[in-house]
C-alpha cells in the first residue's frame, strides 16, 4: 500500500494504517519484492507495508549516534504503546456492529427457508385465473361484438336525426337569438354535408343554408345596430369569421363603432358617481376600493371590446394602442379639469385608482401597448398640477383675506389684528391642510402613487419654496409695488392701486415678521414629519426648500413693508402740511387768535397711525429720553436760548443779532439722528413719522416768508404741540429739538421775528386745550 503524499497527523495515520492492513489481502499480493525498495529505503518506511527491520537498523545505526538511538528507542516504545491502546479501542467500538451483523444474517437465512415453496403455490393460483379469464372472454366475445356494433348503429342514428333536425334545430335558436348555438350546430354539420350534401341530406343541407343566411343577415344587423353593446357586436363578428363569412369589411365598421363609443364616453360623470362614496381604507388593496359596478360599465365594456377586436383582427394592434392611449389621456384631462376645480386627496385619489384599474386590465388584453409607461407619464403631469394647484389656491387664499381689510375699510373701528391673525392662520392652516392632503395620498395604497412617491414629495419642496417667492410678489403687489406678473393680473384687477389702505401695508408687514419669525419653522417641521422619506432626485426646474433663504426674504420684505408704511403716512401728513404752509399769505398774516385748525388736523393724523399699531404692533422697552439726555441737544441749545433771549428783546436788532448766535452755535453742537433703523414696535414707528413729520414742516416753513404775526403763529402751533408729541413720543428730547427747530426755521424766514410773550402763549394753548376737551366729553 503506497503512502499518500497529503500530510496528516500521526494519530489519522495509525488508524488508517490498522485497518488497512486488517482489511488488506495477503502481503504476498501488495508488498512490493525487496530488492525494488531497498535501493529508496528511509527511516519513513516502517509505515508501509515493505518494511525490512534489518535493513532499517542498519540505516538507523548509520544515521544516528547512541544518544539518538537512546531517543529514537524510547519514541518507538510510547508509540507502540500508542498503537496498542488504539487497536483495543478499535476493537471495542466495532464489537457491537461485528455482532449485530452476525445475527442479521442468522435471521435472513432462517426467513428464506419455504419461500421457494409459497412462491410455487402463488405461481399455480396465478395461472388456474388466467385460463379462466380466458374461458370467459371467449365465451363473451360474440355478445360483445354484437353489442358494439349495435351501439355504433345508434350512435349514426343519433347523428342522422340531428342533420334532419338541423333546420328546425337552427330556427328555434332564431327564435331565442341563441346565435352561437346555430353557428355551433351548422359548424358540426358541416363535414356530413360536405361528404353527403349532394345526395342523402341534400334537402336537409339546402333548408339548413337558408336558415343559416338569415342568422349571417341577422348578425350583419347586429353588427350595424347602435343599440347593441360593443362586446355583443365583437361576438357576432366571432360567429361570422367561424361561417367562414369575409369579415375584413366589418373590420373598419367595428373600429368605428370603437372610436364613436370612446368619444360619447363621459368619464367626469363616471368618477363623480364613483367618488360619491364615502373613501374608506384602501390598506387592503384595490380589492376594497370603493368604486360602484356603475362606474366600471363603461370602460369594463370598452377593455372586452378592445380584447374581442384584438382577438379577431390580430394585425390591428396599431389602430388599439391608438385607442387605449386616448382613454387614458381622456382620463387624465378628466382628472386635470377637477384638479382646476380644486378636488380633495381622496376624490384625486379615487380617479388615480380608477385609471390605475383600467390601465392594468387593457395591460392585460393588450400589452403591445405598453400602456402603464404611457400613464405614468400622464400621473406625473396630473400630479404636479394637483401639488401646484393646492398652492396655488393657498396663495389666493391669503390674498382674499388681505383685499377684505380694503374692501371693508380701515377705520378705527375696523378690527385690523382680526385681519392679521386671520391671515396668520391662513398661511399655517392652509400651509398643514396642502400637506395633509399630500400625506394622505401618499398613504394610498396604489401602485401608481407608490411609483410617484419620491417625485411628489420632491414637488411638494420645490412647490413651498415656488410658493413664498410668489406671496412675496403679491405682497409687493398688495402694497401698491408693480411686479412684472402676468399671472397676476386678475389680482391687480381687483386691487386699486390708488387706494391702497396704510393698515393693509402695516398688516402686510407684520405677517412677513411672522412667517420670518414663525411660520418658516413650524412649516419646516411639517414637512419633517409629513414627507419623512424621499425628495432625492435633483431638481431641474427649481430650487428644493431652503428655509434659510425664505426667512431672509421675508426679513427684508418686513423691513421694506414698514418703511413703505411708514412712507405713506409720512406723505398723506405731508400734504397737509405743505397745504397749510402754502395756502396763506404769510407777509399778510393777522396776529394769532387761536391754535390753527391743521394742528387738529395733525394730531387725528397721528392718532389714525396710534391706532392702527396698537392694533398690530407690540410695545417695546419703555425708554423716555429727556432733554439733558438726547444727542440732538445741550444745556446751551439754541431753542433755550432763542426762547430767553428772545423775551428780553423787543427790537428787530435784537433778534437779528439772536439768531447770528443761533447760527453760531449750531456749529458746536451734535447732529440729531432723523433717519434711524425703525424696529417692529408701536413706539418706533410713531416716532419715525412724527419725526420726519417735522423735518418735513420745517422744510416747507424755510420756503416761505413770514411776517411777525405769521412768525407767532407757528410759533403758537409749535407750542400747542409740544406736549402732546412729548406724550406720544418716545424719545421726547427729539421731539422738542424739531419744534425747536421748526420756530427758528420760521424765525430765520422771518421779517421781524418777534416771539409772543410766554403770558399770551400759555393763555392761547390753554383755551385751545379747554376747548379740545370739552368736545371729547361731548363726544363720549
Known sequence: MVVDDVPMDDKVKRTRDLLSSFYSQDASHTSAPANTTSRFATLDTINTTSFDADQYMNLLVQKSNLEGLLQRHVEMAAEIKNLDTDLQMLVYENYNKFISATDTIKRMKNNIVGMEVNMEQLLEKIMSVQSRSDGVNTSLFEKREHIEKLHRTRNLLRKVQFIYDLPTTLGKCIKSEAYGDAVRFYTGAMPIFKAYGDSSFQDCKKASEEVMSVIINKLQDKVSSDSESIQARAEAVMLLKQLD?????????????????????????????GSAIPHESTNEGSESDPITPLSEVPTREFVEAVHAYHVIFPDSEQQLVKLVQDL?????EAAKQQIREQISSAKLASRLRFIWTDVLQINEVLPEAALQDFAFEAACVAVKQYVASAFFHLLHEISDTLLQIQKDGIGEEYPLRAALEASKNAVIQGSTKVLSDIRCLLDEDLGLILKLRDMIISWVQEGFQTFFKQLNDQLLLLSGKNVPMAHEQLLAERLQADKVPAGLVLVISQLSVFIERDAISRITEEIGSSLSAGGVQLYEHGPAFVPAEVRRTFRSAGEKFLQHYINMRTQRISVLLRKRLTTPNWIKHKEPREVHMFVDLFLQELGAVGTEVKQILPQGLPRKHSRTESNGSTSSSRSNTLRDDKLGRSTTNRARSQLLETHLAKLF????????KVEHTQESVVMTIIKLCLKSLQEF??????????????????????????????????????????IVAAAERCLDPSPLEPAILDRLVHAKLARTTDQEQVAS
Not at 387614458?328 to 387624465?332: D, G, M, P
Open 701 to 742: 416753513v424755510r420756503l416761505q416768508t413770514f411776517n411777525r404775526s405769521g412768525f407767532q403763529q407757528i410759533q403758537l402751533d409749535m407750542q400747542y404741540l409740544r406736549p402732546t408729541l412729548k406724550g406720544t413720543a418716545e424719545d421726547e428730547a427729539a421731539v422738542e429739538f424739531l419744534l425747536d427747530e421748526v
Open 669 to 676: 453742537k451734535q447732529k440729531m439722528e432723523i433717519f434711524t
Open 245 to 273: 363569412f369575409p369579415v375584413e369589411n366589418l373590420k373598419s365598421k367595428l373600429l368605428e363603432k370603437l372610436e364613436q363609443f370612446l368619444g360619447e364616453l363621459d368619464l367626469s360623470k363616471v368618477i363623480s358617481i
Open 328 to 332: 387614458t389621456t381622456r382620463h387624465f
